[in-house]
């Protein structure tokens, strides 16, 4: 069937069953054009595997682009054309006209995130954003405790002073002042010794401490940094599901998530501990994303006679094209 006897079968079709509707002509099915399936699978996709992130991080800071002392790797980084050099970035693999950012021998060379990796710093970093509040939480909570044990004597007199007024407010708003908690709490506080206020002091700057290191750790991405993060969020994971047993808050609940799932994040997406493969099947994974080590490959595997792969050039026309 042709297209033009396609489209009149379509056109009738519609006409009979709805007369109203608009019958704008369409293209027959069988007359798609070229990569029309592709492209409306592409749509139905989750949009975090469609995003090309290391495109995505050149866009967002700058390419990075380098010039090895060796000949041979230096010919697969670098084209020549009437505009002059351009070199290819090691991160979204686009050729960008001008000289290269960095120089040096091949043990100089930068270490790019490509890919998931770029993905999986966005993720740990919003971790470490978390983290970073517990610090000023409990950081504001150990200077706020540690100055309560100077003050206290104040504060009981101020408190004791202040009663009357507060419980007439409460009565007046229909509470019952006596069985307040925030009033239960504050009368325990008043009876704590000094030397108990100075270990709950320390005790939430130690854990200020930790959610520094944690955080820090995190937002550098540094492989110490996922261990210590999930070493001391696993340890405080029985607790709080205790703390859950006991009664269940929102808070309570989304602390628990929000662990649980770095936990989880750390041991499969980053292989600790053994998972998966672990550190040498982590490290294998970034050395399949690197540039610079596939174009070590392609030339391993000619000087061992096979046959070369196609000048890298003619993989990126179309961002080639962009950059100039």
Same mark, same amino acid.
């Given at each position: 069937?042709?297209?033009?006897?396609?489209?009149?079968?379509?056109?009738?079709?519609?006409?009979?069953?709805?007369?109203?509707?608009?019958? *704008?002509?369409?293209?027959?099915?069988?007359?798609?054009?070229?990569?029309?399936?592709?492209?409306?699978?592409?749509?139905?996709?989750?949009?975090? *595997?469609?995003?090309?992130?290391?495109?995505?991080?050149?866009?967002?800071?700058?390419? &990075?682009?380098?010039?090895?002392?060796?000949?041979?790797?230096?010919?697969?980084?670098?084209?020549?054309?009437?505009?002059?050099?351009?070199?290819?970035?090691?991160?979204?693999?686009?050729?960008?006209?001008?000289?290269?950012?960095?120089?040096?021998?091949?043990?100089?060379?930068?270490?790019?995130?490509?890919?998931?990796?770029?993905?999986?710093?966005?993720?740990?970093?919003?971790?470490?954003?978390? *983290?970073?509040?517990? !610090?000023?939480?409990?950081?504001?909570?150990?200077?706020? !405790?540690?100055?309560?044990?100077?003050?206290?004597?104040?504060?009981?007199?101020?408190?004791?002073?202040? &009663?009357?007024?507060?419980?007439?407010?409460?009565?007046?708003?229909?509470?019952?002042?006596?069985?307040?908690?925030?009033?239960?709490?504050?009368?325990?506080?008043?009876?704590?010794?000094?030397?108990? &206020?100075?270990?709950?002091?320390?005790?939430?700057?130690?854990?200020? !401490?930790?959610?520094?290191?944690?955080?820090?750790?995190?937002?550098?991405?540094?492989?110490?940094?996922?261990?210590?993060?999930?070493?001391?969020?696993?340890?405080?994971?029985?607790?709080?599901?205790?703390?859950?047993?006991?009664?269940?808050?929102?808070?309570?609940? !989304?602390?628990?998530?929000?662990?649980?799932?770095?936990?989880?994040?750390?041991?499969?997406?980053?292989?600790?501990?053994?998972? *998966?493969?672990?550190?040498?099947?982590?490290?294998?994974?970034?050395?399949?994303?690197?540039?610079?080590?596939?174009?070590?490959?392609?030339?391993?595997?000619?000087?061992?006679?096979?046959?070369?792969?196609?000048?890298?050039?003619?993989?990126?026309?179309?961002?080639?094209?962009?950059?100039?």
């Amino acid at each position: 069937m042709s297209q033009k006897a396609c489209h009149k079968s379509h056109v009738t079709k519609a006409t009979r069953q709805h007369p109203r509707r608009n019958t *704008r002509p369409r293209i027959c099915p069988r007359r798609q054009p070229a990569g029309h399936e592709r492209g409306q699978a592409a749509r139905h996709l989750p949009y975090a *595997r469609r995003v090309d992130w290391s495109l995505l991080g050149c866009g967002r800071s700058e390419h &990075i682009t380098f010039a090895p002392d060796e000949p041979t790797l230096r010919g697969r980084l670098m084209v020549s054309g009437p505009a002059g050099e351009a070199w290819r970035c090691l991160r979204c693999g686009a050729f960008v006209p001008g000289r290269p950012a960095l120089s040096g021998p091949l043990s100089a060379a930068p270490r790019v995130r490509r890919g998931k990796e770029i993905r999986s710093l966005l993720i740990l970093r919003i971790f470490a954003v978390e *983290r970073y509040l517990r !610090v000023i939480v409990f950081g504001l909570a150990a200077y706020g !405790v540690w100055r309560f044990k100077y003050s206290r004597t104040s504060l009981e007199q101020a408190f004791h002073h202040d &009663i009357p007024a507060v419980r007439t407010l409460y009565q007046d708003l229909g509470f019952n002042f006596s069985q307040s908690k925030l009033f239960g709490f504050i009368q325990h506080a008043l009876t704590l010794n000094s030397r108990t &206020i100075t270990w709950l002091a320390l005790g939430l700057a130690a854990y200020a !401490v930790i959610e520094i290191i944690e955080a820090t750790g995190l937002w550098l991405a540094k492989r110490w940094g996922e261990y210590f993060a999930m070493i001391a969020t696993s340890a405080g994971l029985p607790y709080e599901v205790y703390d859950l047993t006991v009664k269940v808050t929102p808070l309570r609940a !989304v602390t628990f998530a929000i662990n649980l799932a770095l936990v989880a994040y750390l041991v499969l997406a980053k292989r600790l501990f053994g998972a *998966r493969g672990g550190k040498r099947a982590y490290e294998a994974r970034l050395k399949e994303d690197s540039i610079l080590d596939a174009e070590l490959g392609v030339l391993a595997a000619a000087d061992d006679g096979a046959p070369p792969s196609p000048d890298p050039a003619a993989a990126t026309p179309d961002r080639t094209s962009a950059q100039e």
